[in-house]
């Protein structure tokens, strides 16, 4: 794409004609790719700071403008909207230029089903079918001991069954040992309203929600009022509900002394790799923490700890009143979102002294340690290498890991039905999904020079040109194939990039270009080893591969003897039924729905006379 300048590309994309109303714009690169999705109050003076000649920009926007083709826009009624709309297409195109927040793995969320009798248990999978989903909840053992109160302390039911109003009310259900053991009220006969049992889904959201100390109060008032109507029976079990929950708010971490809700944001950042943590602090009491890791971050700080706040709440149901920051982050659009999803004025604290900075310390403390552990992790991960991998770049001198190998073979009869594969080992392990088999078409007689240049052109300059380069290059077979297989790379331009050998089977020499004598590895070494896999490898998908194409030609020449049975007959008979056997024992009509009936009473007077 040709370079333009600031203004240049302004007027390209026609920023002055841009309507000055909130929108969420696109910026697509020469592909029709999007590469950044953003939100604006006024479309026009946003998409304006993009290309104000000589005002200063930082690296990640210098690059983004050079990558700039085209602007899509979408027209919104307010800013909220576009903040909503603009984390939608975040998530479905996966913009280069933006903030992805992504977990380390993958956590479990609670639901609550859509359904005239919800059940309540956890789940990875979330199914948009109008369904309640609470998390995720990042500690395992919290979670199991979340899940054992709700089901000690509220009868719901566990099993699928379609139970609706209408199905209940004719009596095609009975109820299980749920019920008989006091764990199940029993919707399934009726048992109990759907007014009561919605009213202990209601209460188990006070749980999910933090506002256990609410629901307690509520619970000691129906036991009460159980006791002053005489029904002690079920004021105790009321009661044994009580302490069961009682138990669990017990255990749970206090952090605030004022029992409020707040959301508590901290980040911490090493280099361009940064981590967030949210503690979600409800009734003073801590219920939740979830971190984000981002990777390569390019943004300031403040730009970071907006898109969380924003990509944070568009996905949460409950909002608090508090909402703490390490450092004040100045965005309407954001508050105004909050402002409108809770119904209420939302604060936003930066607290510099007292129990609330010692919670947002506490916060930045897990960043740091979960961005260190992560980094950690990686700085392992980079460091296992198979010695086998490590070995083989010792022994021939390679500039860097062979972490990627590719090796080619061919495979032929007499020089018919030519061949070629090639096997892809990545970190001195076989990747099958990257193998692949060629039928050679240039290739006359018995030539296996030609079968050598022929493959390699065509893996490095066709269709699997956009694949990975290799840092190794394997070619079964001597001097002459390396060279067919050089010369093929120089004709594709790639000739150097990455390192070629040879690997003669008689010997098990190793051939390197420009060195006049071969390097024989020690017959026990583990880089050996690794050449010999692929190497092997390589040969049998070849041969398979070969075997394949010989049998179908053998088959379908057997075919061609009968008379008035040509090549391509012989093809379209072989794809409907499969095999040569299945022709055989085939009914002339069932023969006639593929070829005509002369045909078909020919083939038939074959295999039948």
């Given at each position: 794409?040709?370079?333009?300048?600031?203004?240049?590309?302004?007027?390209?994309?026609?920023?002055?004609?841009?309507?000055?109303?909130?929108?969420?714009?696109?910026?697509?690169?020469?592909?029709?790719?999007?590469?950044?999705?953003?939100?604006?109050?006024?479309?026009?003076n946003?998409?304006?700071?993009?290309?104000?000649?000589?005002?200063?920009?930082?690296?990640?926007?210098?690059?983004?403008?050079?990558?700039?083709?085209?602007?899509?826009?979408?027209?919104t009624?307010?800013?909220?909207?576009?903040?909503?709309?603009?984390?939608?297409?975040?998530?479905?195109?996966?913009?280069?230029?933006?903030?992805?927040?992504?977990?380390?793995?993958?956590?479990?969320?609670?639901?609550?089903?859509?359904?005239?009798?919800?059940?309540?248990f956890?789940?990875?999978?979330?199914?948009?079918?109008?369904?309640?989903?609470?998390?995720?909840?990042?500690?395992?053992?919290?979670?199991?001991?979340?899940?054992?109160?709700?089901?000690?302390?509220?009868?719901?039911?566990?099993?699928?069954?379609?139970?609706?109003?209408?199905?209940?009310?004719?009596?095609r259900?009975?109820?299980?040992?749920?019920?008989?053991?006091?764990?199940?009220?029993?919707?399934?006969?009726?048992?109990?309203?759907?007014?009561?049992?919605?009213?202990?889904?209601?209460?188990?959201?006070?749980?999910?929600?933090?506002?256990?100390?609410?629901?307690?109060?509520?619970?000691?008032?129906?036991?009460?009022?159980?006791s002053?109507?005489?029904?002690?029976?079920?004021?105790?079990?009321?009661?044994?509900?009580?302490?069961?929950?009682?138990?669990?708010?017990?255990?749970?971490?206090?952090?605030?002394?004022?029992?409020?809700?707040?959301?508590?944001?901290?980040?911490?950042?090493?280099?361009?790799?940064?981590?967030?943590?949210?503690?979600?602090?409800?009734?003073?009491?801590?219920?939740?923490?979830?971190?984000?890791?981002?990777k390569?971050?390019?943004?300031?700080?403040?730009?970071?700890?907006?898109?969380?706040?924003?990509?944070?709440?568009?996905?949460?149901?409950?909002?608090?009143?508090?909402?703490m920051?390490p450092?004040?982050?100045?965005?309407?659009?954001?508050?105004?979102?909050?402002?409108?999803?809770?119904?209420?004025?939302?604060?936003?604290?930066?607290?510099?002294?007292?129990?609330?900075?010692?919670?947002?310390s506490?916060?930045?403390?897990?960043?740091?340690?979960?961005?260190r552990?992560?980094?950690?992790?990686?700085?392992?991960?980079?460091?296992?290498?198979?010695r086998?991998?490590?070995?083989?770049?010792?022994?021939?001198?390679?500039?860097?890991?062979?972490?990627?190998?590719?090796c080619?073979?061919?495979?032929?009869?007499?020089?018919?039905?030519?061949?070629?594969?090639?096997?892809?080992?990545?970190?001195g392990?076989?990747?099958s999904?990257?193998?692949?088999?060629?039928?050679?078409?240039?290739?006359?007689?018995?030539?296996?020079?030609?079968?050598?240049?022929?493959?390699?052109?065509?893996?490095?300059?066709?269709?699997?040109?956009?694949?990975?380069?290799?840092?190794?290059?394997?070619?079964?077979?001597?001097?002459g194939?390396?060279?067919?297989?050089?010369?093929?790379?120089?004709?594709?331009?790639?000739?150097?990039?990455?390192?070629?050998?040879?690997?003669?089977?008689?010997?098990?020499?190793?051939?390197?270009?420009?060195?006049?004598?071969?390097?024989?590895?020690?017959?026990?070494?583990?880089?050996?080893?690794?050449?010999?896999?692929?190497?092997?490898?390589?040969?049998?998908?070849?041969?398979?591969?070969?075997?394949?194409?010989?049998?179908?030609?053998?088959?379908?020449?057997?075919?061609?003897?009968?008379?008035?049975?040509?090549?391509?007959?012989?093809?379209?008979?072989?794809?409907?039924?499969?095999?040569?056997?299945?022709?055989?024992?085939?009914?002339?009509?069932?023969?006639?729905?593929?070829?005509?009936?002369?045909?078909?009473e020919?083939?038939?007077?074959?295999?039948?006379?």
């Open positions: 794409m040709e370079k333009l300048s600031p203004s240049e590309l302004a007027a390209k994309l026609r920023v002055s004609t841009l309507p000055t109303v909130p929108c969420v714009y696109l910026y697509k690169n020469e592909a029709g790719e999007v590469i950044y999705v953003g939100k604006a109050k006024n479309l026009r946003r998409v304006r700071q993009y290309f104000q000649e000589g005002k200063p920009v930082d690296a990640k926007t210098m690059v983004l403008r050079s990558k700039i083709a085209s602007l899509e826009y979408i027209v009624d307010t800013e909220p909207e576009a903040l909503l709309l603009e984390n939608t297409l975040i998530k479905e195109h996966k913009p280069k230029y933006n903030i992805l927040l992504k977990d380390d793995k993958s956590y479990p969320y609670i639901r609550i089903t859509n359904e005239d009798y919800p059940r309540v956890k789940t990875r999978r979330v199914v948009k079918d109008g369904s309640k989903y609470y998390g995720p909840y990042t500690d395992g053992t919290f979670l199991y001991y979340l899940m054992k109160t709700i089901r000690a302390v509220f009868p719901l039911r566990t099993c699928e069954l379609p139970l609706t109003t209408d199905n209940v009310k004719t009596g259900f009975t109820v299980c040992l749920e019920y008989h053991i006091k764990r199940c009220d029993g919707p399934c006969e009726n048992l109990i309203s759907q007014e009561e049992y919605l009213a202990y889904i209601h209460q188990v959201e006070q749980i999910l929600t933090g506002r256990s100390n609410d629901l307690e109060l509520q619970m000691e008032q129906h036991m009460q009022q159980l002053d109507e005489l029904r002690f029976e079920e004021a105790r079990i009321v009661l044994k509900r009580l302490e069961r929950l009682r138990e669990y708010t017990a255990k749970q971490k206090v952090v605030s002394a004022d029992s409020a809700d707040r959301d508590v944001f901290a980040l911490a950042r090493i280099g361009n790799n940064v981590c967030t943590v949210i503690f979600t602090v409800r009734n003073g009491q801590l219920t939740g923490k979830r971190h984000f890791f981002i390569q971050a390019t943004d300031t700080d403040g730009d970071i700890l907006r898109s969380v706040i924003e990509q944070w709440y568009v996905e949460q149901d409950h909002v608090p009143a508090e909402v920051l450092f004040a982050v100045d965005d309407e659009s954001v508050i105004e979102f909050l402002r409108m999803k809770s119904g209420k004025k939302v604060e936003f604290l930066v607290p510099k002294i007292g129990d609330k900075k010692k919670l947002l506490l916060a930045e403390t897990n960043a740091d340690h979960l961005l552990e992560l980094l950690l992790q990686q700085a392992q991960k980079d460091q296992v290498m198979p086998a991998v490590m070995s083989l770049q010792r022994d021939l001198h390679l500039s860097k890991l062979p972490r990627r190998i590719e080619f073979d061919n495979s032929h009869m007499q020089g018919t039905d030519y061949v070629s594969s090639m096997v892809v080992f990545v970190d392990k076989p990747r999904s990257e193998f692949r088999t060629f039928r050679l078409r240039t290739v006359e007689g018995n030539n296996d020079f030609d079968a050598m240049k022929e493959v390699i052109t065509r893996r490095y300059s066709g269709s699997l040109k956009d694949m990975p380069l290799p840092d190794l290059c394997i070619i079964d077979g001597g001097r194939q390396l060279n067919a297989a050089l010369d093929a790379l120089r004709s594709v331009g790639i000739a150097g990039s990455f390192t070629v050998i040879g690997l003669a089977k008689k010997l098990e020499e190793v051939i390197v270009p420009g060195e006049q004598d071969s390097v024989f590895l020690p017959k026990t070494s583990s880089s050996l080893r690794l050449l010999q896999q692929a190497r092997d490898q390589a040969h049998r998908v070849a041969i398979n591969y070969h075997r394949k194409l010989r049998s179908s030609r053998t088959l379908q020449s057997e075919l061609e003897q009968i008379n008035g049975v040509g090549a391509k007959t012989a093809a379209r008979l072989l794809i409907a039924l499969g095999s040569v056997e299945s022709i055989k024992h085939a009914s002339k009509e069932q023969l006639m729905e593929i070829v005509s009936k002369k045909v078909a020919s083939i038939y007077g074959y295999f039948h006379s």
